[in-house]
């Protein structure tokens, strides 16, 4: 929103106008091209990146590691990722980066290598925070493409963007199961291929990011003037951006156990081998996104507060029941809590841009950030926490987490129907 914006003056904030107030025929229209141009590079980039914990198993046994430093791993990765993202998202709100994108993946390209390569845990950690650099780019700059080609289907524009990165997640398992296992640490290289192919693909994303800028710049102008005066002071903005983010912490640290440590769990609790371990961990990636997939257009339909809700509680008799299930009732629990949480993925940002007209960049840096920080730093204390008392005790603890998202009966509505 301007700064010489009349609420802004009072001390109020301008919420997002209705989707497609103040726009034209044509800019209502998502492009569709872009969109599934996105999700395809976001599939690539998240796919590559979910190689590093689909490997860990693999490091652990080689590099003779605890669970402690397989966390700490994970934290190089989600550290840089988190706090880069809001920063990046800042600068490319004030001068936009179109090839910033493929910038990104060659950092992601490079980490790769050092990571088929890496001689020992120094290097893995630097690999990992190689990787994470690229993730802190990607992800605020394809969130802006997303929005600029979303016409006025905000809710199934960020889906489709976010799903590509959820299946790209869980085809990592998939991969690291019949590629990176029979070839070791050394099979990450064959994958330097992809990442060079999703460098063509986001240079001519870039392309069309430059080619639009001036006519994206412009709708954010029309979308500034169109925004409703809402009666929230500046104050419950940011409550509300608090409750999101005790949300997006709940999730996130959650999700840390299953994608850091569910494996190990299956292994070590019921015999499964490596590969079986990682079918199992390619399920749930997959549930989580075609839950994202749905949860988008279900969000523009009924109300992206609502959606929120529905994730939070409808996941919690899961989770409680996962410590407790056998192999086959592990699988069909987990496709069940990544449907449900993961519901609420995109929506939780939308709803974010929608209390913050104006600043994609940074809202979706800090957002994506936060989550991947938190799922780092949940890696890390539950890498310890299992340490000291077991994987087992883990799963029962990290169980009540999403119990947390109950602050979000506490979000304001936004005097829309999708609000």
Same mark, same amino acid.
């Given at each position: 929103?301007?700064?010489?914006?009349?609420?802004?003056?009072?001390?109020?904030?301008?919420?997002? *106008?209705?989707?497609?107030?103040?726009?034209?025929?044509?800019?209502?229209?998502?492009? $569709?091209?872009?969109?599934?141009?996105?999700?395809?590079?976001?599939?690539?980039?998240?796919?590559?990146?979910?190689?590093?914990?689909?490997?860990?198993?693999?490091?652990?046994?080689?590099?003779?590691?605890?669970?402690?430093?397989?966390? $700490?791993? +994970?934290?190089?990765?989600?550290?840089?990722?988190?706090?880069?993202?809001?920063?990046?998202?800042?600068?490319?709100?004030?001068?936009?980066?179109?090839?910033?994108?493929?910038?990104?993946?060659?950092?992601?390209?490079?980490?790769?290598?050092?990571?088929?390569?890496?001689?020992?845990?120094?290097?893995?950690?630097? +690999?990992?925070?190689?990787?994470?650099?690229?993730?802190?780019?990607?992800?605020?700059?394809?969130?802006?493409?997303?929005?600029?080609?979303?016409?006025?289907?905000?809710?199934?524009?960020?889906?489709?963007?976010?799903?590509?990165?959820?299946?790209?997640?869980?085809?990592?398992?998939?991969?690291?199961?019949?590629?990176?296992?029979?070839? #070791?640490?050394?099979?990450?290289?064959?994958?330097?291929?992809?990442?060079?192919?999703?460098?063509?693909?986001?240079?001519?994303?870039?392309?069309? $990011?430059?080619?639009?800028?001036?006519?994206?710049?412009?709708?954010?102008?029309?979308?500034?003037?169109?925004?409703?005066? +809402?009666?929230?002071?500046?104050?419950?903005?940011?409550?509300?951006?608090?409750?999101?983010?005790?949300?997006?912490?709940?999730?996130?640290? $959650?999700?840390?156990?299953?994608?850091?440590?569910?494996?190990?769990?299956?292994?070590?609790?019921?015999?499964?081998?490596?590969?079986?371990?990682?079918?199992?961990?390619?399920?749930?990636?997959?549930? %989580?996104?075609?839950? %994202?997939?749905?949860?988008?257009?279900?969000?523009?339909?009924?109300?992206?507060?609502?959606?929120?809700?529905?994730?939070?509680? #409808?996941?919690?008799?899961?989770?409680?029941?996962?410590?407790?299930?056998?192999?086959?009732?592990? +699988?069909?629990?987990?496709?069940?809590?990544?449907?449900?949480?993961? *519901?609420?993925?995109?929506?939780?940002?939308?709803?974010?841009?929608?209390?913050?007209?104006?600043?994609?960049?940074?809202?979706?840096?800090?957002?994506?950030?936060?989550?991947?920080?938190?799922?780092?730093?949940?890696?890390?204390?539950?890498?310890?926490?299992?340490?000291?008392?077991?994987?087992?005790?883990?799963?029962?603890? *990290?169980?009540?987490?999403?119990?947390?998202?109950?602050?979000?009966?506490?979000?304001?509505?936004?005097?829309?129907?999708?609000?």
């Amino acid at each position: 929103m301007n700064a010489d914006s009349r609420p802004a003056e009072t001390g109020a904030i301008a919420v997002a *106008a209705p989707a497609g107030v103040g726009l034209t025929r044509d800019e209502m229209r998502p492009v $569709y091209a872009v969109l599934w141009t996105m999700c395809l590079a976001h599939f690539l980039n998240d796919l590559l990146q979910s190689l590093l914990s689909a490997i860990f198993p693999i490091l652990k046994e080689s590099y003779q590691l605890d669970f402690a430093q397989i966390g $700490y791993i +994970a934290l190089a990765f989600q550290v840089t990722a988190s706090l880069l993202q809001p920063a990046v998202g800042l600068f490319t709100d004030r001068k936009p980066m179109p090839y910033g994108l493929a910038i990104g993946m060659g950092s992601t390209l490079i980490g790769l290598v050092l990571l088929a390569y890496a001689s020992n845990y120094a290097a893995l950690l630097f +690999a990992a925070a190689m990787v994470g650099t690229g993730s802190s780019i990607f992800h605020p700059e394809g969130s802006r493409v997303t929005r600029m080609a979303a016409g006025a289907r905000l809710g199934m524009a960020q889906s489709t963007f976010q799903v590509g990165g959820n299946f790209g997640q869980a085809a990592g398992p998939l991969l690291a199961a019949f590629v990176i296992v029979p070839l #070791g640490q050394r099979g990450i290289v064959w994958f330097a291929g992809l990442a060079f192919l999703t460098i063509l693909v986001l240079i001519a994303v870039g392309g069309w $990011y430059k080619a639009n800028m001036a006519a994206a710049a412009s709708r954010l102008k029309r979308e500034a003037k169109a925004a409703v005066s +809402a009666t929230f002071s500046r104050r419950k903005v940011a409550s509300a951006i608090g409750l999101l983010l005790v949300l997006m912490f709940s999730k996130s640290f $959650y999700n840390a156990s299953l994608n850091t440590f569910y494996s190990f769990y299956l292994m070590e609790k019921f015999g499964l081998s490596v590969r079986d371990a990682q079918l199992y961990l390619f399920v749930y990636m997959g549930a %989580v996104a075609a839950g %994202v997939y749905f949860g988008g257009p279900l969000g523009d339909r009924i109300g992206r507060k609502h959606v929120i809700w529905l994730s939070v509680f #409808g996941a919690l008799p899961f989770t409680l029941a996962l410590p407790f299930a056998d192999p086959p009732g592990c +699988a069909l629990l987990t496709i069940c809590i990544g449907l449900i949480m993961s *519901a609420s993925m995109s929506q939780v940002l939308v709803y974010a841009l929608e209390l913050t007209p104006g600043k994609v960049g940074v809202v979706s840096g800090l957002f994506f950030g936060f989550s991947f920080g938190m799922g780092g730093l949940g890696a890390a204390v539950l890498g310890h926490v299992a340490d000291v008392t077991s994987l087992d005790f883990v799963f029962r603890l *990290a169980a009540w987490l999403p119990a947390l998202g109950a602050v979000c009966w506490f979000l304001p509505d936004l005097r829309r129907k999708d609000a």
